[in-house]
């Protein structure tokens, strides 16, 4: 046995870490350990160490290096604290050494707190300096194309608008892998993998039982990979339409990582985090791609011509996955219409942005309040449909319906958001939706903008903003029936 492990030792920090890395709550980690969950926690903060049987427990259990996983405690903590302390912010204090590692070994929590804190206003204070220090004329913060370079979400949204969000290798190789789950699945269609596919695959292929559990028992999970007992864990509350989705995606993770990997390789992410969404963002794509195969969904769109509900129950997808997946149909040679699609909450907050049809949407602040997906939460799980046009005098067609996530027992949280999927107007006659006189001569487009900041309409009566470069007019003597009156009127 080495040193490390013949002395009981303090690593809170590293545990948590660890845990956090492996995506288990502290009661997953206390029943993969065969403790409880309350002595996890201690082990976290400290208050109890780390035995040599514990780490050897540990180490045979996710299959760790025992030499990496003992270290010395607290050392990360301390190193990072002396080098932080540095600051000449922090010159007039006296701290001595002991006191720092004292610090970080004894209380790791306000250590990582204190270590949090200056991470962010370093961060803060890097913003400002290139806010006002523009490198050759302009400012360095927002990318070439408009995106927040500082913002992973932002970064993320770049990613996948550079490639028209299709990725043609993780396309064919999920087509691969969905006619393989296929034609092994007991029952089933013999191109389409079900859910009973899916779960021979995980048996057959990687030696995992696919167990449904109550949502006491998953803690928070929706899925959970439990490579120690060999479980692939699946909330029992999932309606269809998640629960294959949610066993695509594991699938995803396991068969197709080196086709995310390659997908991202010429990412050039700003940050870790950035990287992290866009692979989850990666293992989604593939997860429809597996139970929407690109061949057999293209066939079923133009046979459909896009009808979204009745692909939805084609595939036994939600409608949401669905729309989703026609804003990816653009794979070189098999290219189909280009859609954009766009997900907002009541508060008008944008939590899914794609863009394969060129719509101008802003980079900062809301939508236009005019446009239809902002309306609808009035009438949920309806399709309405509506004519665009934007002041440079181009069309889009959108269909708007309210979307629901989680629920599925009494009590869960449910969120309602409202999805808006849309193309250019020289496409929108292949659409179902424009059929039975709802062409664009029956129906007069609504003038809307991209962002009131850059909408110049002056007569809009839902103007929030004056746009940049306007004068407003005084309203001393004169109130005007629009928000704002501008010095041309």
Sequence with gaps: MSTATARSIFMGPRLRRLRRELGLTQADMAADLEISAPYVALLERNQRPVTADMLLRLARTYKIDLADLAGDGGADHTARMQSILKDPMFSDIDIPALEISDLAVSYPGMTEAFL??????????????????????????????GFDANDPVADVRRFLAARRNNFAGLDDAAERLAQAIAQGAPTGSPQMPGPAGLIERFRAKHNLQVRYMPPNVMLGSLRRLDLHRRQLLIEDSLDSASLKFELARQLAYLELDTEIGAALEDGKFASKTAELLARRA?????????????????????ARAYDLEALARQFG????????RVTTLQKPGAEKIPFFLIRVDPAGNISKLLDGAGFPFARHGGACPLWSVHGIFKTPRQIITQWLELPDGRRFFSIARTVTAGGGSYGAVRVERAIAVGCAAEHAAQLIYTRDGHGPDADAPTPIGVACRVCHRPKCAARSAPPIGREILPDDFRTSSVPFGFSSD
Aim: net charge negative.
């Design 116 to 145: 949090r804190l200056y991470t962010a206003y370093r961060e803060e204070q890097l913003a400002l300096a290139e806010q006002r220090a523009p490198v050759s004329g302009s400012a360095p913060r927002p990318g070439n194309d």
């Design 282 to 302: 990666l293992a989604a794509y593939a997860a429809a791609a597996i139970i929407m195969p690109y061949s057999i969904f293209a066939k079923a769109v133009d």
């Design 317 to 324: 997808t939600s409608f949401e996955q669905t729309a989703h």
